[in-house]
Nanobody
Framework: QVQLVESGGGLVQPGGSLRLSCAAS????????MGWYRQAPGKQRELVAI???????NYADSVKGRFTISRDNAKNTVSLRMSSLKPEDTVVYYC???????????????WGRGTQVTVSS
């Protein structure tokens, strides 16, 4: 059973920084694309940033230049460094990973349970 566990959310003042991490565990053979999404109440979940297995990245326009996604393949972890945080960044953040389990031939998408980020003075 694969599980994703996020950490690092919390309360930060406008202009501050936070680092989110997401660790995958279980019978993992390999991980393809990893990403972070966020969802405000009553709205659709939206892409924040993704990173491919080769290290290519893509960001939502709203976070370009402020957020940086990275991965540690040895630890099956994806991180999101968030800087210059704004009140509008206040939402729940979810990690997503496409994982091929041991003994399986295809990748499947998994989600973490989410971590709250609140930007407020």
């Amino acid at each position: 059973q694969v599980q994703l566990v996020e950490s690092g959310g919390g309360l930060v003042q406008p202009g501050g920084s936070l680092r989110l991490s997401c660790a995958a565990s279980g019978s993992i053979f390999s991980i393809n694309t990893m990403g972070w999404y966020r969802q405000a109440p009553g709205k659709q979940r939206e892409l924040v940033a993704i990173i491919t297995s080769s290290g290519a990245t893509n960001y939502a326009d709203s976070v370009k230049g402020r957020f940086t996604i990275s991965r540690d393949n040895a630890k099956n972890t994806v991180s999101l460094r968030m800087s210059s945080l704004k009140p509008e960044d206040t939402v729940v953040y979810y990690c997503n990973e496409y994982i091929r389990e041991t003994g399986q031939s295809s990748y499947k998408g998994y989600w973490g349970r989410g971590t709250q980020v609140t930007v407020s003075s």
